[in-house]
């Protein structure tokens, strides 16, 4: 039966129902409940119990006044400048639907492509495919609460194009306060096979005709079926294997790049019979004075005077010789985990 403006209508699968005050698509009618209310509802999920009666057409001979705007009528000229909200609708819910062209058979049939906007947010929108590693927006616009948007047809030997496919919005209010929704940004890899299967083609809930339902965010979540490059899949590869064990080098090569020299007086000579404190810090000073002048060409080489620690006489007397005779070079204390800390590690440059 047709439904009309004012007829009053039942809920086929809920206690209730109203008066129908808008058509707001094909698919979707406005019903003025009891409690003063509009809902927006499926035709399909009502049922007409009383029909309207017939208005009164106006003449082009005569001329109608308008009486005063009743209650009901200002309800309707207010849902024509707003749409009304629901609960859930504060939730971004956007999908892509695909359906096959109703006018030719399923074999050879052209698609047609929709942005369903199931929620309260105004979408300003950019739908894109992508072509190697460069993108082509295929449609953009704005997309009004709690509605669905034509955005393109295409042939079977198109589907490839959508292989990987994005949706970019953002979500606003124009008129009203709202809650931050952050900016959409989603790649999505399409099965395009599916195009080919008819029963991948389902009853839903925002057609009369059965389509494929793609959701794009559901309850202000972007979905996670997300395009991953190849570039990441190796990454996540590499990451999988099971690491090589470093091969360390030989201590003894090590050793060969850092020149060692043992500058306790025990180490150079056999006896210090006969020689005093000063005596024994010269020939010290003398062999350290000569390491370095025999490797002064040497640039970056390395040498490691192992002077102990003492009371730091011959630390402190290496150091000002290294401040005023070898001001080029550069020293620290050696690594305190091979030599204590009794050494100082002298770089030629």
């Not at 005050?21 to 979707?28: Q, S, W, Y």
């Not at 309260?120 to 948007?149: D, H, Q, V």
Request: proline letters at 4%; aromatic letters at 10%.
């Amino acid at each position: 039966m047709e439904m009309n403006i004012g007829d009053k209508v039942r809920y086929l699968d809920a206690v209730g129902g109203g008066i129908v005050t808008a058509f707001k698509d094909k698919d979707m009618v406005i019903i003025l409940e009891d409690d003063g209310f509009e809902t927006p509802v499926f035709k399909r999920q009502c049922v007409v119990i009383e029909s309207a009666a017939p208005q009164p057409q106006p003449t082009q001979s005569k001329i109608s006044v308008q009486s005063p705007e009743s209650p009901k009528v200002e309800a309707i000229k207010t849902f024509i400048t707003k749409t009304p909200e629901t609960r859930e609708g504060e939730y971004l819910n956007i999908s892509l639907a695909y359906l096959p062209s109703p006018d030719k058979s399923f074999t050879d049939s052209e698609f047609e492509c929709y942005l369903i906007n199931d929620s309260n947010y105004t979408l300003m929108f950019n739908y894109a495919s992508c072509s190697g590693k460069t993108w082509k927006s295929r449609a953009t616009g704005t997309l009004e609460p709690n509605s669905k948007l034509f955005l393109e047809a295409f042939n079977k030997e198109s589907i490839l194009e959508l292989e990987k496919i994005s949706f970019q919005c953002i979500a606003l209010k124009a008129e009203a306060f709202y809650s931050f929704k952050n900016t959409i940004s989603v790649e999505i890899r399409l099965d395009t096979v599916k195009f080919y299967k008819i029963h991948c083609f389902r009853e839903n809930d925002y057609f009369d005709e059965d389509a494929l339902i793609v959701p794009v965010v559901k309850r202000d979540v972007p979905e996670k079926g997300m395009f991953i490059s190849a570039d990441e899949i190796a990454k996540a590869i590499r990451q999988k294997e099971p690491e090589k064990p470093r091969v360390s080098e030989p201590l003894s090569k090590k050793k060969s790049e850092i020149l060692e020299v043992d500058l306790h007086i025990g180490s150079l000579l056999d006896t210090t019979a006969g020689m005093n404190n000063a005596d024994m810090l010269k020939y010290q000073m003398d062999t350290f004075r000569k390491v370095m002048d025999e490797h002064r060409s040497k640039k970056a080489f390395k040498i490691v005077f192992i002077h102990g620690k003492g009371d730091g006489v011959l630390r402190s007397a290496i150091l000002n010789e290294l401040k005023t005779k070898y001001k080029s070079c550069k020293w620290q204390d050696a690594s305190f985990r091979e030599y204590g800390f009794g050494a100082t590690m002298v770089t030629i440059y």
